[in-house]
């Protein structure tokens, strides 16, 4: 069809709900078989562009008059292509956030006489019962939360949206949801209510599970405009009316599990016609943060939900009284079960991604050592439930999250099957947008393994894992997000996730090691103090916007998280130019002038988790001046970068002789007379060639010495955390792509295959997750070191975006066959069409098909050397495998 396609309001697809800004940004697909744009057209239900003169269809500003807050407007788009005037194309829609003034509804919370303590604390039932005199013309429901809420209304969940209101800096923003309730409301009687647990606002969390990170008590506001046929209107909110009261969730903590007495149940509770009397009356609060409507806000990414559900591929019974369900597969989300058996039945559930000896669930390798309190913490992810004996009821604990493939069920008298017991996978609804396969199905297994280890670690934000800590640690989105930009949709996710790191920004610029951040509170002591700030993982705030630009080609995030990035590199510059790593102030009392701009002191993760180190002090105590400084040059550089294309040129001088200081003072540090590098690890060389540390006379030798490093470890990789991701690509890029290959190819550890081949589902956290005994170690589901599917995408199909052309307006296509692959292929949605590059060796020749989307062009490098410009279309090029 001759119509633009695609249509998107800022980073998300039809019916947006609650935009803010008052121009938001429409994108569109051009009509398939299209060149290029020469103009568009936008009209909506209030305004109409007329003919406006652009090639421009990403991310391109509403410019109509004002739209009053709560109105859903709906547009669309026309061009003029090559092939002449496009048709309409389909209607699409966007919903005006509520002003804040609009705002009838007060803040409640259930009456809670005594709080529990963490990881036993309810979910709480409210309720308010209204009369309407007619059937509602028009009806919308907006509803946030302290704490996690499911809505009802007459007795019917609203949404299909998980873990809502979601979690983000509450403080600083708190998300509104928004939904069409009309055909839910009847003349007469009617109920809303909701179910209200700690979620992220109260409850436990992270590795240190400590617990009320924002506040004590839990709250709703939910407000109801309805709209009569005649015109008028009734608005419903929390308010004194609201009552309150204890149902079958007796307990219900996101990482501990979640506990159910179904014998408790409150038939109708969400209905018309209960009698509430014996319920106690919420509290109305209007004080504190509850005073604060202008934190409300909505957000940028899609929701959470449920995504898929799984089937058990096998069930054992490893002693009497217990089984054990496998789901084939590491996820994130819960289990459903529906055999429940006779009334007081208790069953409990628990998560892991790992069997015992025995074949029982093991859980060791997640129990948490918290320094601070001398113990070791349980792991959690434990439900239980307690059966009524009534047909129909069906335990979903969708008030937590577990991390796991495989569930001990104990106490349950009869068999489970595949029709009675399921997983649910939960994570943020994203568009998946990239595709990746060839000739080696390890490396398909490769990679499904990263898509799984992302998908499980997307759950409202980037987390670093789904089971043991949850957080969203700073240094994995920042290495993992070129990645995720291929795989999936993760613009507006990524712009939720920066605006709250911004928020938990510290007053001295440092940023905390994840975000949202709970632990305000605990900035006052010397421990938490001392772990913040550290290098590499910082630099997301620098790192992942800049990323987002050229993915996307989204400046507004540039100019959103400017701020944020200058206070980061001000930070870091200034430590390095007051502080010095105390052995070598005692080698060199006299600091050397280039000492000013190297980041040598404080408390950094710096190279996390890499293999074969033979340097035996505590990493806390190791000097971590070359990964610091590193990235204080990087992240200079890249502001300096971000100030150009925000206009600022102050700014780009200031940063550009900043990372130019900061480069020379790494390398009178870290380099030698002979040019070779002091610390000679393979980390520190792949990241002096990455960021382009070393002179470029010194790039081969040091390329070469890379490989000697390599070979030197029997051809096995020796990078941590945050040099992996670019280690493969290095070397490729210096003219070592065999070894690459090699690498990539590896089956001993420390390799990406070594965990393939011990049947991983999902990336480990550590080299050495399992023991050839089968014990696991650590997380076995950390999307980081899947960063390497990167050069499948990038090398091995060849698809790469340009840093002068954001959005892949113009990009590469240059495949690097190797490894004995015979064929490879990848697609990827830009964000003006679909893009892919599939090839093949056949009879001494090597087949290249490329598609070139509308709207863009491509720079096609053929292996034999060959260079050519492609227009949009398929092109097929050949030349000689050698």
């Known amino acids: 069809m001759n119509q633009p396609t695609r249509p998107r309001v800022e980073h998300l697809d039809d019916d947006v709900q609650g935009i803010r800004h008052p121009a938001p940004r429409l994108s569109w697909w051009l009509p398939a078989g299209a060149g290029s744009q020469v103009a568009y057209r936008i009209r909506t239900d209030v305004w109409d562009s007329g003919r406006v003169e652009s090639d421009q269809s990403v991310l391109v500003p509403y410019s109509g008059p004002a739209i009053p807050g709560g109105r859903r407007v709906t ?24 002003e804040l003034d609009s705002w009838q509804a007060s803040w409640i919370e259930p009456a809670e006489d005594t709080v529990a303590e963490p990881g036993d ?78 979620g992220w606002f109260r409850g436990r969390f992270g590795f240190h599970r400590v617990a009320d990170g924002y506040g004590t008590r839990t709250a709703l506001l939910a407000q109801l405009d309805i709209q009569a046929a005649d015109g008028g209107t009734v608005t419903v909110g929390t308010d004194a009316d609201w009552r309150s009261t204890v149902g079958e969730i007796v307990a219900a903590d996101l990482m501990d599990g979640q506990r159910v007495d179904f014998r408790r149940a409150i ?171 060839c000739s080696d199905e390890r490396l398909n297994r490769l990679h499904e393994a990263a898509v799984w280890s992302f998908r499980d670690n997307a759950c409202d934000v980037p987390t670093d894992c789904p089971q043991r800590e949850r957080a969203g640690f700073t240094g994995d989105w920042q290495i993992f997000v070129p990645t995720a930009a291929f795989l999936y949709d993760v613009a507006g996710f990524s712009v939720k996730w920066l605006r709250d790191l911004a928020a938990d920004q510290w007053p001295d610029g440092r940023l905390p090691n994840w975000a949202p951040e709970p632990g305000h509170a605990r900035r006052s002591e010397d421990m938490y103090a001392y772990i913040t700030g550290s290098a590499g993982w910082g630099d997301a705030a620098v790192i992942v916007p800049w990323e987002i630009y050229l993915a996307y080609g989204d400046q507004r995030v540039l100019a959103d998280q400017y701020a944020s990035m200058a206070r980061w590199v001000a930070y870091g510059a200034r430590i390095a130019r007051e502080q010095r790593f105390p052995e070598r102030a005692a080698v060199r009392p006299v600091a050397a002038p280039h000492e000013a701009y190297l980041w040598d002191s404080g408390f950094h993760w710096g190279e996390w988790l890499e293999p074969r180190h033979a340097d035996d002090t505590p990493f806390y105590l190791q000097d971590h001046g070359p990964v610091a400084t590193a990235y204080l040059y990087w992240s200079a550089h890249l502001l300096s970068r971000v100030a150009t294309v925000l206009g600022k040129a102050d700014g780009a001088a200031e940063y550009g002789e900043l990372a130019a200081r900061v480069r020379d003072a790494w390398r009178a540090e870290f380099i030698r007379p002979d040019g070779s590098l002091s610390v000679d690890t393979q980390a520190n060389h792949v990241r002096a060639l990455a960021f382009g540390l070393v002179p470029e006379e010194l790039r081969a030798q040091t390329a070469q010495r890379l490989v000697e490093l390599i070979r030197a470890a029997d051809t096995h990789l020796g990078t941590g955390f945050l040099a992996t991701p670019y280690l493969l690509p290095v070397l490729a890029d210096t003219g070592h792509t065999d070894v690459a290959y090699e690498l990539l190819l590896q089956d001993t550890r420390p390799s990406w295959l070594a965990m393939i081949d011990q049947g991983a589902t999902t990336v480990w956290e550590d080299w050495d997750g399992v023991d050839d005994d089968g014990t696991p170690h650590a997380s076995l589901n950390h999307y980081s070191k899947g960063a390497v599917v990167s050069f499948l995408h990038r090398h091995v199909a060849g698809i790469r975006p340009r840093q002068d052309a954001p959005a892949y307006r113009h990009f590469d296509i240059r495949p690097e066959p190797g490894g004995g692959l015979v064929s490879a292929e990848a697609e990827f949605d830009s964000p003006y069409g679909r893009i892919s590059s599939r090839w093949h060796v056949s009879k001494g020749r090597f087949h290249l098909t490329v598609t070139v989307p509308a709207g863009t062009t491509a720079t096609v490098t053929m292996p034999d050397g060959r260079v050519f410009d492609a227009g949009p279309g398929e092109h097929h090029e050949t030349c000689p495998t050698s």
């Open 75 to 98: 547009w669309q788009v026309k061009v003029w292509t090559d092939l002449g005037e496009s048709d309409w194309s389909e209607p699409a829609h966007w919903e005006t956030a509520l």
């Open 121 to 198: 604390r309810p979910a709480y039932l409210l309720r308010r019962e209204f009369t309407l005199h007619e059937a509602p013309e028009h009806a919308r429901v907006r509803v946030t939360a302290h704490g996690i809420y499911e809505l009802f209304v007459n007795g019917v969940r609203v949404g299909e949206d998980e873990l809502t209101p979601g979690f983000t800096a509450y403080r600083a923003h708190l998300q509104v949801q928004s939904h069409d309730v009309t055909g839910l409301l009847r003349q007469g009687p009617n109920v809303i209510g909701a179910v209200l647990s700690d």
């Open 267 to 437: 038939p109708g509770w969400a209905e018309p016609g209960l009698d509430d009397a014996a319920w106690s009356k919420a509290t109305v609060r209007d004080d504190g943060l509850y005073a604060d409507f202008g934190r409300l806000t909505t957000s940028p990414a899609p929701p959470v939900r449920r995504v898929e559900t799984l089937a058990p591929v096998a069930v054992t019974s490893p002693r009497p009284g217990v089984q054990v369900v496998d789901f084939g597969q590491n996820i994130n989300g819960w289990v459903r079960l529906s055999e429940l058996g006779p009334r007081g039945t208790k069953v409990t559930l628990t998560h892991g991604e790992a069997l015992g000896p025995e074949g029982d669930v093991t859980m060791d390798h997640l129990a948490v050592a918290d320094d601070t309190q001398g113990v070791t913490l349980d792991p959690g992810q434990r439900d239980e439930v307690i059966s009524a004996g009534r047909p129909g009821d069906v335990f979903e604990p969708r008030h937590t999250t577990h991390g796991f493939r495989y569930v001990r069920v104990e106490g349950l008298p009869v068999s489970l099957s595949k029709d009675t017991v399921s997983a649910a996978v939960v994570h943020t609804d994203l568009r998946r947008t990239g595709w990746f396969r």
